[in-house]
């Protein structure tokens, strides 16, 4: 019977040891230090989500520095801002991207420019080309150096009332521009190919090379994989990574897995992935922000690790469970507790709202311990949101 015929049997306990190694949470500094461990993390993960909130420090400082325990933000901005080594685009969220694979985001700029986007439907011909002419004439601006804007109304809640800032939307999305540096939430924007130093652009990666870029950035971030946890909220391509897993099966590069309490849901893994690598280290302990790679599928969590976590900040108050911004704790391979945390800036703390244990990987017989092991951590934490 060939590979292509089995189906592999893998426990809850079995994959996620699995994901954490594919996520590199098992092992203290898989990536070492400075911009170069910064890039090799946002390569390693395909994608490093970006966010506004930061009611503590914001998710994509927060998931670099689970896996990076040096980390520091200047790392970021030099990865972005002098080394080039990673951009700014749209994956199933406004994310980092390696700059190694921007060849891959082509298309989809292509269609923005030739459809527009529903986003950005109001931006006329004259908004781009006031943007685009600045940018041309002046170089890499901010939207608080075009101070001639006439304001209009807003067509949804986070829209900008200033046409230019939808503007440089729009042209970011079209790949015009990128941006070249990010400061809190304020974007620089700078010409594509200025910033990059390009004579000519990339080429563009074809239907088959994305479908293939897709499947394989998920077989390394999460090991084990399913229809969904590659297309994460994007159903078109799901047809097309299908036959390519299918083709894959066939040679042998992939093997069917059933995973128990998965039911009809399908995952895959490459063979080498299946092979004994260890149990993870106990006494590792991430504080991991609601929209690190671990959590943001929320299926797929609550499969793996019998948690589901809940986003409660837009939940009105009196019928919140966690807390406003719940952060889950991981401790070795299970998610024990959910703390409610915010940053005092003016009085330079960290303040706990609220500490939840949830599921069983914390008995009350082993709290105490493990509460030692988080509070030590939660220091740690402490110390990074204050820093810089």
């Not at 297309?231 to 894959?248: G, M, Q, S």
């Not at 706990?352 to 949830?358: A, E, F, I, M, T």
């Amino acid at each position: 019977m060939s590979r292509a015929d089995k189906s592999i049997s893998l426990t809850k306990a079995a994959a996620r040891h699995v994901w954490l190694r594919a996520q590199r949470l098992d092992t203290k500094a898989p990536f070492g230090e400075g911009p170069r461990a910064t890039a090799a993390a946002v390569e390693h993960l395909g994608y490093v989500q970006i966010d506004t909130i930061n009611v503590i420090e914001r998710c994509h400082h927060h998931i670099l520095w689970n896996r990076i325990p040096e980390y520091r933000r200047a790392d970021l901005r030099q990865a972005q801002s002098v080394d080039k080594s990673v951009f700014e685009y749209w994956t199933h969220a406004l994310s980092y991207v390696p700059a190694r694979d921007f060849r891959f985001f082509i298309p989809a700029m292509k269609v923005h420019r030739r459809e527009g986007h529903k986003w950005f439907g109001e931006v006329t011909p004259a908004d781009l080309r006031k943007v685009m002419r600045l940018l041309k004439k002046d170089g890499a601006l901010t939207i608080r150096d075009i101070e001639d804007d006439v304001l209009v109304e807003k067509v949804h809640a986070w829209a900008s009332r200033k046409p230019s800032k939808r503007a440089l939307q729009l042209a970011f999305y079209e790949g015009r521009v990128t941006i070249s540096e990010r400061n809190g939430m304020l974007k620089t924007y700078e010409l594509m190919a200025r910033h990059f130093g390009w004579d000519r652009p990339p080429k563009s990666a074809s239907a088959r090379e994305i479908t293939g870029y897709l499947l394989d950035r998920a077989l390394r971030a999460q090991g084990l994989v399913s229809l969904d946890s590659i297309c994460h909220l994007d159903a078109p391509n799901k047809p097309l990574v299908r036959r390519l897993i299918e083709a894959r099966v066939r040679h042998n590069e992939l093997l069917p897995v059933a995973l128990e309490g998965a039911g009809k849901q399908e995952h895959w893994a490459r063979p080498e992935t299946l092979e004994p690598a260890g149990q993870p280290a106990s006494e590792l302990v991430h504080i991991l922000s609601p929209f690190d790679p671990l959590m943001i599928q929320r299926k797929r969590t609550h499969l793996f690790f019998d948690y589901e976590h809940r986003f409660e900040a837009y939940v009105p108050k009196e019928k919140r469970r966690f807390g406003y911004f719940a952060l889950p704790v991981l401790v070795g391979d299970d998610i024990i507790a959910a703390l409610d945390l915010k940053t005092d800036r003016q009085n330079r703390k960290l303040l706990l709202q609220k500490w939840n244990w949830v599921g069983t990987g914390a008995p009350k017989g082993a709290r105490k311990d493990l509460k030692r092991k988080i509070e030590d951590e939660l220091h740690r934490f402490e110390r990074f949101q204050l820093a810089e």
